[in-house]
Nanobody, 119 residues
Framework: QVQLVESGGGLVQAGGSLRLSCAAS????????MGWYRQAPGEQRELVAV???????TFADSVKGRFTISKDTAKNTVYLQMNSLKPEDTAVFYC?????????????WGKGTQVTVSS
């Protein structure tokens, strides 16, 4: 099992910045991907950014050039630096992890942290 705990959400004005953190614990050895998804009211959950164990990254088009994702392997933590925030970035942000074990794929989610961007 993997447990994910997010922190760093909050209220910020448009144009501002926030950094989200996600600390992972549990069976971490076989995690190959971690990252962030978000869900706005009335919308489906969508990928924001992910990073693989090898350091490859993927970003949603809507956040490219504004958000960066990084990880601290020693701390089992992944970060999402969000700059130039827009009101449309308002959502609950969920930490995500995926691992492979015994030929199966397992996915894990944090409880989410609210990000609100005011205009």
């Amino acid at each position: 099992q993997v447990q994910l705990v997010e922190s760093g959400g909050g209220l910020v004005q448009a144009g501002g910045s926030l950094r989200l953190s996600c600390a992972a614990s549990g069976s971490l050895g076989s995690i190959n991907t971690m990252g962030w998804y978000r869900q706005a009211p009335g919308e489906q959950r969508e990928l924001v950014a992910v990073i693989t164990s090898g350091g490859s990254t993927t970003f949603a088009d809507s956040v490219k050039g504004r958000f960066t994702i990084s990880k601290d392997t020693a701390k089992n933590t992944v970060y999402l630096q969000m700059n130039s925030l827009k009101p449309e970035d308002t959502a609950v942000f969920y930490c995500y992890a995926r691992r492979r074990a015994g030929g199966a794929v397992y996915e894990y989610w944090g409880k989410g942290t609210q990000v609100t961007v005011s205009s």
